[in-house]
């Protein structure tokens, strides 16, 4: 063995393809050193080396590992309410894990100041510690700065017009932490907003908006660039009268979120936004709640109570509140709406959140790369195995690879 390999451990996985997801590669393996991804190529490429272990699956692919870059809790936690959850961080880490999710944005409600600030404090301190499954890679707060006319499930007192003192004391209480923000671009002071957040490195998200064109265009010239879940809370689309809507599906310098659970979406609609914007502008989001990978039942999202039934999340007053879905299941519903190509499907769960929250470092299958990666069966596309950093953070078990262990010798 290399002295630079010395210490070292690497491990090949063989599946019958890989989404990179630039390109589907056939008979493709990956070959991991600690956490990096060292190659990827053909099977026939690789020699088995007695030193490094192997995972052989068959009827099986895989994709890069999926970013979820809007999602408000899993597993039994609400990440608008870290102090009160049933469940840890570290019960949605698990749960995203097991549905092919290795890194993810918890996804903040409006609330009163002392409790935002308070959720804020918490949550920084969690996203810098070490998790058992999917890594929690900054916070995104959906709010306060919204339309009342557009709330949806969140509490109408509990939303504010634009203070830039507000929003100061929630960077330094995130210290550092947030990367994601949703403001509605019609109210005074957005454009003052926008460049504050492009100035702390905090992508400007609008949404949960009335906003004429005007308005929307005069917060993209200043660096907005996404649409927090296009088509939900925003007008809908008008012939003569144009709003955020329709500039979201024509200016290419913004990215729009999608809620793939087949509930807040007509089919009709992710294709029509899928033809119309480039495919590396389209992000899929769960916008999950609390309940996912939970069963029906009472659950919340912040202060507003949820009631889950058949798998559908709603408030008392019968309002959607976010999903129970995952985004295993979810990039499946992009292809299917949109006929997707998988390479580009399995991109807008991975590469494109990847590069609009500028986590440069993963999102893509290529040597050099982190070892971000999840394993599908071809038979029902259930994730079978998860790796995040190279480390195995979800085995479905045994029965589904042939397993080498490295020589001991």
């Known amino acids: 063995m290399e002295k630079s390999q010395i210490g070292r451990k690497r491990t090949l996985y063989i599946v019958d393809y890989c989404l990179t997801p630039h390109k589907s590669m056939p008979k493709c393996a990956i070959l991991r050193s600690d956490e990096r991804i060292l190659a990827v190529g053909g099977v026939s490429a690789f020699t088995r ?25 899993a597993g039994g936690f609400d990440c608008s309410q870290p102090g009160n959850s049933p469940n840890s961080i570290s019960c949605m880490s698990r749960t995203l894990a097991e549905r092919g999710v290795t890194s993810f944005v918890p996804t903040i409600v409006p609330a009163p100041r002392a409790k935002m600030l308070e959720t804020l404090d918490l949550l920084s301190a969690s996203i810098g510690q070490e998790q058992p499954g999917a890594e929690p890679v900054g916070i995104h707060i959906e709010g306060p700065f919204l339309n009342r006319v557009k709330a949806g499930s969140m509490e109408q007192n509990d939303l504010k017009e634009i203070d830039l003192g507000l929003i100061r004391e929630f960077i330094a209480t995130a210290r550092g932490k947030i990367v994601k923000m949703t403001f509605a671009p019609e109210l005074e002071d957005a454009v003052k907003l926008v460049e ?48 955020l809507t329709s500039i979201a599906l024509t200016d290419e310098r913004v990215a729009i979120e999608l809620i793939l659970d087949g509930q807040h979406l007509n089919p009709r609609m992710v294709d029509m936004a899928c033809r119309c914007k480039p495919f590396d502008k389209v992000i899929g989001i769960s916008d999950a709640v609390q309940a996912a990978g939970m ?18 999340s709603r408030t008392p007053k019968g309002i959607l509140a976010g999903s129970t879905r995952l985004l295993d299941s979810g990039w499946h519903e992009l292809m299917s709406y949109s006929h997707m190509a998988d390479t580009s499907a399995s991109a807008c769960v991975s590469l494109n959140p990847a590069m609009i929250l500028n986590l440069n470092d993963r999102g893509v299958l290529q040597p050099g790369k ?24 979800y085995n479905a078990g045994k029965r589904n690879y042939r397993y080498t262990p490295p020589s001991q010798e």
Do not use: W
């Not at 069966?377 to 195995?392: A, F, H, W, Y």
């Open 196 to 243: 504050l957040l492009v100035e702390n490195n905090i992508l400007p998200s609008m949404g949960h908006s009335i906003a004429d064109d005007k308005s929307t265009l005069r917060a993209i010239d200043a660096g907005a660039r996404c649409v927090t879940h296009l088509f939900n809370g925003m007008p809908p689309l008008h012939q003569r009268d144009q709003n």
């Open 370 to 393: 982190r070892a971000d990666f999840a394993v599908f069966s071809r038979t029902d596309n259930k994730p079978l195995m998860t790796v995040r950093k190279g480390e195995i953070i």
């Open 49 to 73: 080396d007695r030193e490094v272990e192997i995972y052989e699956f068959e009827n099986a692919y895989i994709t890069p590992g999926f970013i979820d870059s809007h999602i408000h809790g």
């Open 295 to 312: 069963p029906d039942g009472e659950y919340t999202l912040g202060a507003t109570r949820i009631v889950i039934k058949n798998g559908v």
